[in-house]
Structure formats: structure tokens, C-alpha cells
Nanobody
Framework: QVQLVESGGGSVQPGGSLRLSCATSGIAFSVYDMGWYRQAPGKQRELVGTITSGGTTNYADSVKGRFSISRDNARMTVILQMNSLKPEDTAVYYC???????????WGQGTQVTVSS
């Protein structure tokens, strides 16, 4: 059974930091491309950033220079480090695992991030 479990969300003031984790099980983690997405109220889900199985990262323009993604293949975990948070970063953040070759596309249940003074 595939599971992606996000943790680390919460409330923070503007300018603060949060570190989200996504723990996975049931997949051959090291071969999966991992991603973080977010969905704000009334808006479509959008890409935050991705990290390939080889460790290459890509970020949305809105978070470049503030957010970073890393992966720990031994722990089957992907991390989203968020710094200099802004109110517009408020959203539910979702973890995604993708293995295109086999059309595998898995999602976590999301964790709420609220940035407010």
C-alpha cells in the first residue's frame, strides 16, 4: 500500500520559516520524481517545486530563492524548506510521487500552512 504522509505544517508570521516533510512507504522511493504542490482557497492546485530521482530541482518563480527541496533516499522522505514566508504562501501543501514510466502518480493528503500576522 502506497502512503505519502506530510507533516510540519502550521501557522507562522510573515518572514518566518517552516519545514515540511513527506514520509513515503510502499514505493521504490529512489526512482520516483518527487514534488510539492499547493492549493490556496478558491484557487487551483499549483506546482511549488520538484526534485528528480537524480536530485535535480526545479521551482516555481514565486518561491525561487526562498524555498528549497531535498530528498533522503535512505529515509524515503522529501523535505520542503520554506523561508521568508509571505501571506500569499498560505495554502494546503501536498506531496507528490511520480514514476512516469509506469504511469504512477501518488498524492499525500496535504498539510495546512498559514502565514499571517
Amino acid at each position: 500500500q502506497v502512503q505519502l504522509v506530510e507533516s510540519g505544517g502550521g501557522s507562522v508570521q510573515p518572514g518566518g520559516s517552516l519545514r515540511l516533510s513527506c514520509a513515503t512507504s510502499g514505493i521504490a522511493f529512489s526512482v520516483y520524481d518527487m514534488g510539492w504542490y499547493r492549493q490556496a482557497p478558491g484557487k487551483q492546485r499549483e506546482l511549488v517545486g520538484t526534485i528528480t530521482s537524480g536530485g535535480t530541482t526545479n521551482y516555481a518563480d514565486s518561491v525561487k530563492g526562498r524555498f528549497s527541496i531535498s530528498r533522503d533516499n535512505a529515509r524515503m522522505t522529501v523535505i520542503l524548506q520554506m523561508n521568508s514566508l509571505k501571506p500569499e504562501d498560505t495554502a494546503v501543501y501536498y506531496c507528490n510521487a511520480k514514476f512516469t514510466r509506469l504511469y504512477h502518480d501518488y498524492w499525500g493528503q496535504g498539510t495546512q500552512v498559514t502565514v499571517s500576522s
